[in-house]
């Protein structure tokens, strides 16, 4: 059974970086597309960005020059980092994993951790 | 940038027929997957590319895709379908979902 597990700090202040891992239970990280999508309190999904291949990544253009996803084999864990964060980057960020490769639904979901941008 | 658009909210009568639609230039051209989530929860895939049941989810839940227009449509809802659905499409060099639809079962 494949499972996702996110962590990383529930606050982070403006004009820092946001950064947060999934760690992947049940699945090689070698394998398959892995994401992260976030989604703002009372609004809709967004897509951030895949890693696949191990290294090779596809980001939202709107948040591109901001992000970096980067994967560690050793621990089955990728992780997110978010620059320059301000209070339009609070979200429940997820991640998840693409169910049949490039551009396919993603089919397992972390819980989702809620990550607040304040001073 | 291209756009889904979804009625805000769709409302049901216990056993009847809920259709949910996601609108989309030439959507039609597109593998469409849907969502369901409820609330502090993930979202569950609930249908991928156009009609696509994955393992374990009802066979109440169809999807089909022509034009401009997709559709999620839940048969026999019950009081467990209550949630946000949300479509999915790849566009050019993004994923794009939907705005999102309320679904309530009276």
């Known amino acids: 059974q494949v499972q996702l597990q996110e962590t990383g700090p529930g606050l982070v202040k403006p004009s820092e970086t946001l950064s947060l891992t999934c760690t992947v239970s049940g699945d090689s990280i070698i394998n398959d597309y892995w994401s992260w999508i976030r989604q703002p309190p009372g609004q809709g999904l967004e897509w951030i960005g895949d890693i696949y291949n191990i290294g090779s990544t596809n980001y939202n253009p709107s948040l591109k020059s901001r992000v970096t996803i980067s994967v560690d084999t050793s621990n089955n864990q990728f992780s997110l980092k978010l620059r320059s964060v301000t209070a339009a980057d609070t979200a429940v960020y997820y991640c998840a994993r693409r169910g049949e490769g490039e551009h396919d639904a993603f089919d397992i979901w972390g819980q989702g951790t809620m990550v607040t941008v304040s001073s | 940038s291209y756009e889904l658009t979804q009625p805000l909210s769709v409302s049901v009568a216990l056993g009847q027929t809920a259709r949910i639609t996601c609108g989309g230039n030439?959507?039609?051209?597109?593998?469409v997957h849907w969502y369901q989530q409820k609330p502090g929860q993930a979202p569950v895939v609930v249908i991928y590319?156009?009609?696509k049941r994955p393992s374990g989810i009802s066979e109440r839940f169809s999807g089909s895709n022509s034009g401009n227009t997709a559709t999620l449509t839940i048969s026999r809802a019950q009081a467990g379908d209550e949630a946000d659905y949300y479509c999915q499409v790849w566009d050019t060099s993004t994923e794009v979902f939907g705005t999102g639809t309320k679904v309530t079962v009276l």
């Open positions: 030439k959507i039609g051209s597109k593998n």
């Open positions: 590319r156009d009609n």
